[in-house]
């Protein structure tokens, strides 16, 4: 925040730890705006702290549509109370930036995951805190949130009912800190199959559904460059034309070998060209 000495300067000038977006930078041009996302890259790159301001989340979603957010009424709830707890102002301390990180690779979607991505993640992350035996969401919600969890533990539980028989049979799945869950009823926009509640105190962070499947979009983009780049530098396929070469580049997968680990046996039938990454 300005004070009135200093309201002459441009506000991104002297910000060295922390980016807080809040009410105060509504007037912001675009340029202003261009220049806030280029200093919170660089902010995370070099692992500095950055504030997460329930401000730009009531913001942002006075734009969308209050109905899509169904996830137990939760959403509604802290949009249309000001004062409700469970949205919060946080500080990403460097160590959680890098839990975060450590947890996003670990996920299957985000395995090959960049410095690119991570700051536009970053840049689109909430912050959640709920006490104990709260529900989440629950199974049949419209599922709007990929999660994050970055304190406590939470139970997910399905029921699923034989048509034959009408017994019911129930499944259960404890998440646990620097977890990632809820990308199911993203990528397939269908109803949540669970029902999520918390077994202790728990804060977690949060991608809504718009900003996930945008994520995933521009990751398919630069997986696709990257790989583009990668063949243009092997021999065998530099005579190829851009289209036969944009095909190969679709069928490439990445695979991960340990020390010592057998990639092929002597006597078998080759049907993988292998081209070593790294």
């Given at each position: 925040?300005?004070?009135?000495?200093?309201?002459?300067?441009?506000p991104?000038?002297?910000?060295?730890?922390?980016?807080?977006?809040?009410?105060?930078?509504?007037?912001?041009?675009?340029?202003?705006y261009?220049?806030?996302?280029?200093?919170?890259?660089k902010?995370?790159?070099?692992?500095?702290?950055?504030?997460?301001?329930?401000?730009?989340?009531?913001?942002?979603?006075?734009?969308?549509?209050a109905?899509?957010?169904?996830?137990?009424?939760?959403?509604?709830?802290?949009?249309?109370?000001?004062?409700?707890?469970?949205?919060?102002?946080?500080?990403?301390?460097?160590?959680?930036?890098?839990?975060?990180?450590?947890?996003?690779?670990?996920?299957?979607?985000?395995?090959?995951?960049?410095?690119?991505?991570?700051?536009?993640?970053?840049?689109e992350?909430?912050?959640?805190?709920?006490?104990?035996?709260?529900?989440?969401?629950?199974?049949?919600?419209?599922g709007?949130?990929?999660?994050?969890?970055?304190?406590?533990n939470?139970?997910a539980?399905?029921?699923?009912?034989?048509?034959?028989?009408?017994?019911?049979?129930?499944?259960?799945?404890?998440?646990?800190?620097?977890?990632c869950?809820?990308?199911?009823?993203?990528i397939?926009?269908?109803?949540?199959?669970?029902?999520?509640?918390?077994?202790?105190?728990?804060?977690?962070?949060?991608?809504?559904?718009?900003?996930?499947?945008?994520?995933?979009?521009?990751?398919?983009?630069?997986?696709?460059?990257?790989?583009?780049?990668?063949?243009?530098?092997?021999?065998?396929?530099?005579?190829?034309?851009?289209?036969?070469?944009?095909?190969?580049?679709?069928?490439?997968?990445?695979?991960?070998?340990?020390?010592?680990?057998k990639?092929?046996?002597?006597g078998?039938?080759?049907?993988?060209l292998?081209?070593?990454?790294n």
């Amino acid at each position: 925040n300005l004070s009135k000495d200093r309201s002459k300067q441009n506000p991104l000038t002297d910000i060295k730890e922390n980016i807080n977006i809040t009410s105060s930078y509504k007037n912001l041009n675009e340029l202003a705006y261009s220049n806030c996302e280029m200093m919170l890259t660089k902010l995370t790159k070099n692992r500095k702290s950055i504030c997460i301001s329930p401000n730009k989340f009531r913001k942002n979603n006075t734009i969308r549509d209050a109905s899509t957010h169904d996830e137990s009424d939760f959403l509604s709830n802290v949009q249309n109370d000001p004062s409700s707890p469970n949205l919060c102002e946080h500080v990403i301390t460097p160590e959680e930036a890098s839990n975060i990180q450590k947890a996003l690779s670990k996920h299957f979607l985000f395995q090959d995951i960049n410095d690119e991505i991570i700051n536009i993640i970053f840049n689109e992350l909430f912050f959640f805190k709920y006490e104990k035996d709260k529900v989440i969401y629950e199974q049949g919600d419209e599922g709007n949130f990929f999660y994050i969890l970055s304190e406590g533990n939470v139970k997910a539980v399905t029921k699923t009912i034989n048509p034959k028989t009408n017994e019911v049979s129930i499944k259960e799945k404890i998440y646990k800190e620097w977890e990632c869950f809820g990308e199911l009823s993203l990528i397939s926009q269908c109803k949540r199959e669970e029902t999520l509640s918390s077994l202790t105190d728990i804060s977690f962070f949060t991608l809504d559904g718009e900003s996930f499947r945008e994520i995933q979009k521009r990751m398919n983009e630069i997986r696709l460059r990257d790989r583009y780049n990668f063949l243009n530098n092997i021999s065998i396929f530099q005579p190829l034309g851009c289209i036969p070469k944009h095909n190969v580049t679709q069928k490439l997968k990445l695979r991960e070998f340990k020390p010592n680990e057998k990639i092929i046996s002597y006597g078998t039938v080759g049907e993988t060209l292998y081209i070593i990454k790294n």
